[in-house]
């Protein structure tokens, strides 16, 4: 699978090295308009870096594009991906209103190619327990829900630790 990847911040970074890590998987190429951002990632993984997404989209050589950007430009990303023939893989949230979800996701399946939405913590140990205690109507009947966490700030902060040692 020939992937590209929208957006070179630390989320970008975070898919671009994980998925070079990934069996039968190429990091082709990165993309960002931040010129420094798009230079440094294209030097870390010694990929083409290009300066939009558009220039991505047309590559012959890409399958698969990771958007990582920020949330308000993901659903636009996801119609442009999909009438390119890409297949699409965003990070969290993929869409910022519904009617923009429901564009993506009809997007996708006009052209036919699969969507998958990133939320790596779905199979965390507590996010389980919680769904269990919901599914099991301990709270009663929910109307309203908040989430925080601080799982990768304490990552950081642990690695930091780490690293001073």
Do not use: Y
């Not at 989320?11 to 990091?27: E, S």
Request: aromatic share 4%; with cysteine; net charge positive.
């Amino acid at each position: 699978m020939r992937v590209g990847v929208i957006g070179c911040g630390g989320i970008g970074r975070w898919h671009a090295t994980n998925l070079r890590q990934l069996p039968g998987v190429l990091l082709v190429a990165v993309a960002d308009p931040d010129r420094g951002a798009r230079e440094a990632a294209g030097r870390a993984f010694g990929v083409p870096a290009l300066e939009s997404a558009e220039a991505l989209l047309t590559r012959e050589d890409i399958e698969l594009v990771s958007i990582c950007t920020p949330p308000a430009a993901h659903a636009a990303l996801i119609e442009a991906a999909a009438a390119a023939g890409k297949h699409v893989l965003v990070e969290k949230p993929m869409a910022t209103t519904l009617a923009d979800a429901d564009r993506a996701l009809a997007a996708c399946r006009t052209h036919g190619v699969r969507l998958g939405v990133v939320h790596q913590q779905r199979a965390h140990s507590a996010v389980r327990a919680l769904h269990e205690l919901v599914t099991r109507g301990a709270f009663g009947r929910p109307l309203l829900a908040t989430a925080s966490h601080t799982w990768f700030q304490k990552f950081r902060q642990c690695r930091t630790m780490l690293n001073r040692m």
